[in-house]
């Protein structure tokens, strides 16, 4: 006897109700979540050790770091001065919001202003997967090339936020930035773009007034 | 890779629901999903990694079908409605250069779930493949 059943889901409804939850209690605490997204190796984790040594006597910052194997980058975030935990994902390309909030309960951090999830190294997987956050960053640094946003378009036509990153390279690596803006504004005409070197410092300040000014933002509209 | 890990998410909500309608003993036969063309999620390595979560278990065989769903990609320049294939990424319009409305395109939904009900009195263990014999 065979039977047909008719369902009508999204197939990420847990996820997406998971985040759903996450959201909701990351809004009555007044804390802004950002999901950095990137390939490995384009700096996600400079750029937070720097960002949370901006804020270090302003603003409580916490990072959730996602990686395949190790704690290393989750070390390196501590040492930087910031509660951080890593959450290893065994083989799994990408954070997901059961994972995230199983990261937070095995963190217990104290509620801090800012929450910084720094997904697995990867253009693609993490696109599909809603966190919770308030907005997507996403960070293409200057070895890897202008055409990633064409060759990887969906991350890109998601992120508000795209950080060009290692900027000091430019000159060497011969990245065209006004290359890399056209193919960033042509997939995603309202993605906010900002050019920064976390190793020299240039471009930090805008970057991290941006998120200073969301936090504003957040907390204007909780209030 | 992440299609494994949304071909997981499928069997076990079409499983849940199989279950909910007719008991532990349902054995899934064929499942069909909408997959938009934005939705980050390749239909050949999601019926791959279908393939093989239910290979060995009492659902080998089960099929997963993948209803595509193009999104709708309107110029208003142009008047006309364009193909969404290659390089449909782009919000511009291949023929005008204008931009374009885009709607849809971002389903990654579970559609319907055919099951086979096994009477108590044929129920048997499923040893095709026992190699990768998967208590589900």
């Keep these: 006897m065979s039977e047909i059943i008719k369902i009508r889901r999204r197939i990420l409804q847990e996820n997406d109700h998971k985040a759903s939850q996450l959201r909701e209690q990351f809004k009555n605490e007044g804390t802004l979540v950002v999901d950095l997204v990137s390939s490995p190796g384009s700096g996600k984790t400079t750029l937070l050790e720097k960002t949370i040594q901006h804020f270090s006597e302003r603003l409580d910052c916490a990072v959730l770091v996602g990686d395949v194997a190790t704690e290393l980058d989750a070390n390196r975030l501590q040492a930087a001065g910031a509660p951080a935990h890593q959450i290893v994902t065994g083989g799994a390309c990408h954070l997901d919001a059961h994972l995230v909030a199983a990261g937070l309960e095995q963190a217990n951090f104290d509620e801090v202003d800012m929450l910084f999830l720094e997904n697995v190294g990867n253009l693609v997987c993490p696109t599909s997967y809603d966190l919770g956050e308030d907005f997507k960053v996403v960070l293409l640094s200057a070895a890897e090339g202008e055409d990633k946003p064409a060759k990887y378009p969906a991350i890109f036509t998601r992120a508000a936020v795209c950080l060009i990153t290692k900027s000091d390279l430019f000159p060497y690596v011969d990245f065209d930035l006004d290359v890399a803006r056209q193919n960033i504004k042509a997939h995603n005409p309202n993605c906010r773009i900002l050019e920064l070197s976390a190793k020299t410092g240039a471009g930090m300040d805008a970057w991290c007034n941006l998120v200073k000014e969301r936090l504003k933002v957040k907390r204007t509209v909780v209030v | ?136």
């Design chain 2, 1 to 136: 890779m992440h299609e494994t890990g949304i071909a997981l998410e499928v069997f076990r909500s079409a499983l849940e629901s199989a279950r909910a309608e007719a008991g532990q003993q349902v054995r899934l036969k064929s499942i069909r999903v909408s997959i938009g063309d934005r939705s980050a999620v390749d239909p050949n390595l999601l019926e791959h990694a279908w393939q093989s979560i239910v290979i060995g278990t009492r659902h080998d065989g089960a099929e997963l079908k993948v209803k595509w769903c193009p999104s709708r990609r309107y110029c208003p320049s142009c008047h006309k409605t364009k193909d969404s294939s290659l390089g449909s990424w782009l919000p511009i319009c291949p023929d005008c250069g204008d931009a374009i409305e885009i709607d849809g395109g971002l389903e990654l939904d579970l559609d319907l779930v055919e099951f086979d009900v096994a009477s108590p009195l044929t129920k048997r263990p499923n040893f095709s493949r026992t190699d990768h014999n998967k208590n589900v």
